[in-house]
């Protein structure tokens, strides 16, 4: 029989139990009907006497406060791995549910309430807040430069507990143009959400665009009128004492105005012979001969004057210890590269037959440069070193013949896998 957790559908401290039954194999259902409305009711103070959600309904009484339903979810099956398989490994496992916890959640809370309402707004401790939260998203940026998951080698209960936490900044507070700053949190963060335990409980997650607006403060207890302000100016005092605003407020109001969508500069390059759908196409229809065809008709379109080619190389192979986990990163590049479809194509190998593998690409890109919006929306691309080709060499053009044509074994290795960007 599935155990019940009182919590909307919404509740990232849910979501923690959630995911981690997936993980273990357990049972776990959200209340039917749930109404927040009835968390301060005497039945519900009984499960939990501070009012709050979530709580587990267990054979053996309620169970409040997310992380420790989580661990009991967990510690239902054994632990099922997601505890490490060392002290030191529990150790550290506990460690990141409390910086995940501290560092992280509870700064994004004090961000975030004032905005939603649920605390007076007072620009220095939300400065505060966000220094707090970029000094904590420093040092996961780091620890994550060397790491994919935050202990071991396969997700813990750590990565449920933080991966929650962030997916909370990250769908309401936390822009590209924050997180960028952190480009190891946001591979991390993309990669997990994108594992199928996560994926079937968080569905698809987007980043938020903004931050979101300053809301007058609502009075608990009161009907949704009383908590607004009863004369008409004062939200307008209130907006215009607010600066100056943390940079990040600026930002969003910056991505809120509407602006005239500015040409792509690659548009504006002299024409090329070389159209980019046709090779597409050409590489998508070719079944056989397809050295003869569509190599030889890819050289023959080539135009060196209006594309260029470049190798890529993931900086961080040492990471690729787990196949599907290295194929979602890749996946998920592939994804993130959709902004450029109409300028590029792409070949990515995912190579070796056991772990650590190795990622390695090609790409055609319009112009003579990776196009900078590539540089600046696609947070992956640094995460690999490039390097242009140089067709004048043999060498290198053969090596772009045999990514395109996925040669196994590729440089001496077997291929786990290749994917195409068309
Ligand atoms: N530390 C608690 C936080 C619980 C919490 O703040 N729950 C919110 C919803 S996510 C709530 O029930 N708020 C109602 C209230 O504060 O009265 C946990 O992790 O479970």
Redesign the pocket.
């Known amino acids: 029989m599935a155990l019940v957790l009182h919590a909307g559908s919404t ?1 990232k ?1 849910a979501f923690k139990a959630l995911i981690a039954a997936e993980y273990v194999g357990v049972k776990v259902e959200l209340a039917k009907n749930f109404d927040m409305g009835s ?1 301060k009711t005497p039945e519900f103070l009984k499960m939990n006497p501070i ?4 709580v587990l309904e267990t054979p053996e009484g309620p169970v ?4 420790a339903i989580a661990r009991y979810v967990v510690r239902l099956k054994g632990d099922a791995g997601l505890y490490g398989s060392s002290l030191i490994d529990y150790g550290h496992v506990e460690q990141w549910i409390d910086f995940a916890s501290l560092e992280i959640d509870a700064n994004i809370m004090l961000w975030l309430r004032p905005r939603m309402g649920f605390a007076v707004y007072l620009p220095p401790a939300e400065e505060s807040a966000i220094a707090a939260l970029k000094r904590a998203l420093g040092a996961l940026n780091t620890y994550l430069a060397s790491h994919t998951y935050l202990v071991g080698h396969s997700v813990t209960l750590a990565d449920i507990v933080m991966t929650c936490n962030l997916y909370l900044g990250f769908i309401r507070l936390m822009t590209k143009s924050f997180t960028s700053e952190f480009p190891h949190v946001e591979r991390y963060f993309w990669t997990l959400v994108h594992q199928p335990n996560f994926h079937k409980i968080l569905g698809e997650v987007k980043q938020t665009e903004s931050v979101p607006p300053i809301q007058s403060v609502k009075k608990p207890g009161q009907p949704k009128e009383a908590a607004k302000p009863k004369a008409k100016e004062e939200p307008k005092k209130e907006v215009k004492k607010e600066a100056p605003k943390p940079k990040v407020v600026e930002d969003a109001d910056e991505e809120e105005a509407p602006k005239p969508k500015p040409k792509n500069p690659l548009d504006l390059l002299p024409p090329s012979k070389m159209i980019l759908d046709e090779w597409k196409r050409l590489y998508s229809n070719t079944k056989t001969n397809f050295r003869e065809v569509a190599i030889k008709g890819f050289w023959d379109m080539y135009d060196p004057e209006g594309y260029s080619l470049w190798f890529c190389d993931y900086k961080y192979n040492d990471e690729n210890t787990v196949s599907f986990v290295t194929l979602n990163k890749v996946t998920g590049f592939l994804q993130r590269m959709d902004l450029a479809r109409k300028y590029a194509f792409g070949k990515m190998l995912i190579i070796g037959s056991e772990p650590p593998f190795k990622v390695k690409g090609v790409w055609l890109f319009r112009g003579q440069e990776i196009p900078p919006f590539v540089l600046e929306e696609c947070y992956d691309m640094e995460l690999y070193d490039w390097r242009k080709v140089d067709i004048n060499d043999e060498a290198q053009k053969e090596r772009v013949n045999a990514m395109i044509e996925d040669q196994e074994p590729f440089e001496g290795e077997a291929l786990l896998d290749a994917k195409c960007f068309k």
């Open positions: 509740n401290n968390i009012g709050k959600v979530p409040f406060e997310s992380n």
